[in-house]
């Protein structure tokens, strides 16, 4: 099965999001659907990503939580600002945060999770200085914004890829 269909999981992952995002289920959105599964499936084979390895289900499950709470209150926070309701101290700008995580996939969740969060915007991250450049809307104290992103994310993400 693996030389036909290098990711099953994957195409069939894409095949179901073809369907939703078409919402049809007719013959012909089911072959093409189909076809573009296959040919993203044998596009990811030649790229040959090295598999991720989970070491702690529990703490995915915590981050998890911790994100889906975090973009609550970001939602709120970025809506008083433009409701005009945040103190006028405010500020926008931008700032580095050093990083210990190495893993490419842990970078990887740890740059979804910040630009998923409203109010924050992962801009770049140089690899020789282990430095990762975000903006941030609510620029009031950036080593709370450094606490914050080393304690909330970074710790749980070390725990879970490397």
């Not at 700032?95 to 630009?115: A, K």
Request: aromatic share 8%; net charge positive.
């Amino acid at each position: 099965m693996k030389r036909v269909l290098p990711y099953p999981l994957l195409f069939l992952a894409l095949w179901a999001m073809w369907l939703l995002l078409n919402q049809s289920v007719s013959p012909g959105q089911l072959i093409f659907g189909a076809l573009i599964a296959f040919g993203a499936c044998w596009a990811m084979a030649a790229l040959g990503p090295e598999p991720a390895r989970v070491r702690s289900p529990g703490a995915v499950i915590r981050l998890a939580g911790r994100v889906a709470v975090d973009v609550v209150r970001s939602n709120i926070a970025v809506g008083r600002i433009i409701l005009g309701l945040a103190p006028p101290n405010r500020r926008s700008g931008f700032m580095t945060v050093p990083l210990d995580l190495t893993n490419h996939y842990g970078l990887t969740v740890l740059s979804i999770v910040l630009t998923a969060t409203p109010g924050t915007l992962w801009m770049n991250y140089d690899s020789a200085r282990r430095e990762l450049l975000l903006h941030v809307l609510d620029l009031v104290d950036e080593e709370e914004w450094v606490r914050l992103i080393k304690d909330r994310y970074e710790r749980l993400l070390i725990e879970i890829f490397e």
